[in-house]
């Protein structure tokens, strides 16, 4: 059973332009983080959102936190070949450090 | 360079052969985790190993071994694996808080690069 469900599964944009990729579940997250994981890498952290209602901006990347804490949605603006990679989203349980993670968008931006 | 290694990067064996992944963290964490990629399915989580000691075995099948001889260190033991098994094997270490009453938010989970598994 996949706990997190990430949309869409694939994306790909032109240079310039921008998408947003979402992430969903069922249940109340106690955080949630957004990796981005390129090819033949690790993936590596971008953000970790804990308030409902939480926004946060890292450059052209703005990461929204649903208010009921069960959603999360990642916006790029102005999309660069860079971008490309895996964006995979993760949340924890209360009490519990372990991560669960979904499924992932693969994103490809061509120059 | 997130601070986890892993070897081999690329790994090729046979059903029968016996191998191990090893990963190494430099960042001082005292947990390390497991974790199988597969494609378009979610990271699977293996194994946890907080304060060396095994704190969570996710249903991993037997011909998977884990051993953790110290916080630093990490090794994923491969015997009579099975073409299924083929799949992205992820290290990552993070720094866990034992009794740590509000557990809202999260150490952050630093991945090595993988070792890239085939069975034949």
């Known amino acids: 059973t996949q706990l997190l469900e990430q949309s869409p599964q694939f994306l790909s944009i032109q240079e310039g332009e921008n998408l947003t990729v979402y992430c969903n579940s069922s249940?109340?997250?106690?955080?949630l983080q957004w990796y981005r994981q390129e090819p033949g890498e690790g993936p590596v952290l971008l953000v970790t959102?804990?308030?409902?209602?939480e926004v946060k901006k890292l450059k052209r990347l703005t990461f929204q936190f649903g208010d009921a804490r069960k959603d999360s949605s990642l916006h790029i603006t102005a999309a660069q070949p860079g971008d490309t990679g895996l964006y995979l989203c993760?949340?924890?349980?209360?009490?519990?450090?372990?991560?669960?993670f979904g499924a992932g968008t693969t994103v490809t931006v061509r120059a | 360079e997130t601070g986890v290694t892993q070897t081999p990067r690329h790994l090729v064996m046979g059903m029968t052969n016996k191998k191990s992944l090893k990963c190494e963290q430099h960042?001082?964490?005292?947990?390390m985790y497991w974790y199988k990629q597969s494609a378009k399915k979610p990271l699977e989580l293996m194994f946890v190993?907080?304060?060396?000691?095994?704190?969570e075995n996710n249903s991993v099948p037997s011909r998977f071994s884990p051993e953790c001889p110290n916080s630093s260190h990490l090794f994923l033991h491969l015997h009579t694996l099975q073409p299924e098994d083929s799949a992205l094997y992820l290290c990552?270490?993070?720094?866990?808080?034992?009794?740590?009453?509000?557990?809202?938010?999260?150490?952050?989970?630093?991945f090595g690069p993988g070792t890239r598994l085939t069975v034949l």
């Open positions: 190993y907080n304060f060396k000691e095994q704190t």
């Open positions: 959102v804990v308030t409902g209602g």
């Open positions: 960042l001082g964490h005292n947990a």
């Open positions: 249940s109340v997250f106690s955080s």
């Open positions: 993760a949340k924890t349980e209360p009490n519990d450090y372990k991560l669960s």
């Open positions: 990552a270490s993070s720094q866990v808080w034992p009794g740590l009453a509000d557990s809202r938010g999260t150490d952050t989970q630093y």
